[in-house]
Structures are given as structure tokens and as C-alpha cells.
């Protein structure tokens, strides 16, 4: 009765919202009953009042991570789609452009950190340039991906009718790639936060990583959990964000309530 009047979807989400919330209680209950040390791991009841208690003071560090993220994640973007684009499109970029991406991915990011700051010195534009770097690879690879998928026959006809390979990459080739885009982007904005929280923590004065450095010297762990907490909204925000964008632009290639990540 209650499923024919909420329906499938309204369900689903209720589970969901269930699961959740019996997570945290079932995390508030274990450190009561086993009497866990604040100082290893906090309830979740200490670490909201903590972050109640000290918004007003974390509101221009989630300002500073916020932004540093999304600048070095449209930069990252951009570089991705032209890159996969390039490398999608053309057998010798492939050869040439592909072994190197992989291997500069390969390259832990924080060693590139020191990097960084020694070449622009401590603050915003290493959490900048991490974020950025962190994030193109996937996108290269969904981009390239997407491109190499497309339908042949699409492609012959386009050829039949005196297409050049340009109008067949903007027509048919790119818009056919979009979802593989959509699924590099929801996974580049969680690696993004990953670069720059991964900068404050070793080069900076602001920002999430920053207080959370801060406060793990001062042993203040729930002030740590508050900040993982805000990272942690702020990514599945962004990423709720992208997955609406992507039911309004390629809704064509999802299954609608049966898709589990839209």
C-alpha cells in the first residue's frame, strides 16, 4: 500500500535516505556502548556540534577550497575534452599523447605538490594546478573512448554526403561521446577536491585541508571529521549536480529509474 502511494522511485530514495541515517546511528550507538575515545573516533553527534559551533569561522575556508577546485576542475576539463578530442580522433596523437598521460598519471600526485610550490611558491595556485592535474586523465579517457565508439555506419553516411571528418566530429562523433563525458566529469569533481584538500595539507594558509592539518596538531578530531563532513557534501553536491545535467542533456542514453548512478 504505502509503495502504490509513494511509487518505486519515492521508495528507493526513502531506503536510501533510511540506510543513511541508520549509518550515523549505528556509528553514535558504537562509541557509546564501547566507550570510544573522542581522540579516535568522535560521534557523530560531537563532530555536528562542532561544525555548528565553528561555521561561521569554516566559512571562508570552504569558500577558499570550493573555489580553488572548481578553477583548477574547468581548467582540467577543458584541457581533457580538447586532449581526448586529439587523441580520439587521431591514430598518431593516440601514439604519441597516450603513453604520456598514462604515465603522468601514474605519478602520485603528492610528489608533484613539492613541485608545485617550489615553483609558485606556498598557497592558492598549487591546490590550483593539482586539482587540475589530478582530473584530466579521466577525462581524456572517457572523451577518447566515446570518440572511438562511434557508430561506423553514422560516420559512412555522413562520408556518403560530402562530410569532412571536421563535421563529423562535431556532428555525430562528440554528441555521441557526451555520456562517457558525463561519467569522466562525475568522477574528475571527486578527484578534484582529492588535489586541492591534498595541497592545503602541505602548502597552504586556507582552506579545508588546511583546518583539518591544523586540527589534527591539536588533536581536535572532531574538527578533522567536521572537515571530511564538508568535503564530503560539497563532492556528492557536485556530483548530484552533474547527474541532473546529464538526464537534461543525454537523457537519450540512460534508462531512466533503472539507471543506478543517474
Known amino acids: 500500500m504505502t509503495q502504490r502511494l ?25 562509541c557509546v556502548v564501547f566507550s570510544i575515545s573522542p581522540f579516535v573516533l568522535p560521534r557523530p553527534s560531537a563532530v555536528l556540534m562542532t561544525l555548528i559551533e565553528r561555521f561561521p569561522a569554516l566559512v ?14 574547468a581548467a582540467g576539463v577543458f584541457t581533457g575534452i580538447v586532449l581526448g578530442a586529439l587523441v580520439g580522433s587521431s591514430k598518431i596523437a593516440y601514439d604519441t599523447a597516450y603513453p604520456l ?37 579521466p577525462i581524456v579517457v572517457n572523451v577518447a573512448t566515446g570518440l ?3 557508430s561506423p555506419e553514422q560516420q559512412d553516411v555522413l562520408k556518403a554526403l560530402g562530410a569532412s571528418r571536421r563535421e563529423i566530429l562535431f556532428n555525430i562523433s562528440l554528441p555521441s561521446a557526451m555520456p562517457y563525458l558525463f561519467a569522466a566529469l562525475k568522477v574528475a569533481i571527486t ?22 592539518m591544523i586540527a589534527t596538531s591539536n588533536f581536535d578530531v572532531p574538527l578533522v571529521f567536521a572537515g571530511l563532513f564538508l568535503l564530503a557534501v560539497m563532492g556528492v553536491v557536485l556530483y548530484g549536480l552533474f547527474s541532473l545535467l546529464e538526464r537534461r542533456v543525454c537523457g537519450w542514453a540512460s534508462r531512466g529509474a533503472d539507471t543506478p548512478l543517474a
Open 6 to 30: 509513494l511509487g518505486p522511485r519515492a521508495m528507493q530514495r526513502a531506503a536510501s535516505i533510511a540506510f543513511i541515517v541508520g549509518f550515523f546511528l549505528l556509528w553514535e550507538a558504537a
Open 191 to 212: 578527484l578534484a577536491f582529492v588535489g586541492t584538500v591534498l595541497s592545503e595539507t602541505v602548502a597552504a594558509n586556507r582552506g579545508i585541508g588546511n583546518v583539518m
Open 60 to 73: 571562508p575556508h570552504i569558500v577558499q577550497t570550493l573555489m580553488t577546485t572548481m578553477i583548477g576542475f
Open 101 to 137: 598521460l598514462v604515465g603522468f598519471s601514474s605519478i602520485p600526485k603528492v610528489a608533484v605538490v613539492p613541485i608545485f610550490v617550489l615553483w609558485f611558491g606556498s598557497g592558492t595556485v598549487p591546490a590550483i594546478l593539482t586539482s587540475y592535474v589530478i582530473c584530466i586523465f
Open 148 to 150: 572511438a565508439t562511434t
